[in-house]
């Protein structure tokens, strides 16, 4: 099902929000948890993740407990200058400017505030919104669906001008990635979880949900960034993140 356009402006910056930091206990690696915040040229708005639910921000050794994440690894960041209003802060938008909602996919460091900023609509996969619940993390899945208004995607589609959000499934059945045109950065790929590194793609994403199709999303979409150039951003790449402009800072 084709997608009317649902912005009317261009893409004119891209901010990378800051959600924190976490440590992966099988390979010890230290990982960004970001979203994006995208201002177009009709002064349009588009929040893309959210981070990790409001109770890590308050507590996460806590929050961790309860979640069991312990298992898998260690919050080591993630304050309430972490969340995504504070982000947002950062860039001088409010919560209620937000126009449009992207959740890439439904893992616990991406789904925080899936049921905020409920005045937007949100743009998810119809793989992911199928879901009884979303993924959140292993067996743990303690969130409902909140009630709010969905767009759902089941093609790669054009939601404006210069914005494209495109099928990457592998990682999470209803996986994300979006390409975009700024007017002096040029094209921007964000990967999501898609691909978390570059080194992913030679480890044949190995863990991931389904393998086969990580390996063909990834090959999809580093075609698309070769064809049009474009600076990628990775999901979780430890070497990109402390080089990466973070909010306030815009790539523009």
Known sequence: MAISPLLTGHPVSLAVLDYGLFKVHSNGRIIGICGYLIGTSANEYVLIDSGFPRKYAHDFAAASTEDRLYEFGEVLVCGPDNLPEAQLA????????????????????????????????????????????????????????????????????????????????????GQLAMMLKLPHTGAVLLTSDAISRPAEIDEKFAGSMDEAAACDSAARLMQRAAAEDAFIIYGHDPQQWDRLRKAPLMYD
């Open 90 to 173: 950062r860039c001088g938008v409010d919560p209620d400017a937000i126009d449009l909602v992207i959740q890439t996919h439904t893992h616990i460091d991406h789904i925080g505030g899936i049921g905020d900023f409920t005045q937007a609509p949100m743009l998810i996969a119809a793989a992911e919104r199928a879901l009884p619940r979303p993924l959140y993390w292993g067996g743990v899945q303690p969130l409902e669906w909140p009630d709010r208004q969905y767009v759902i995607l089941d093609e790669d589609c054009d939601i404006g001008p210069g914005f494209r959000v495109m099928l990457a499934p592998g990682h999470a059945p």
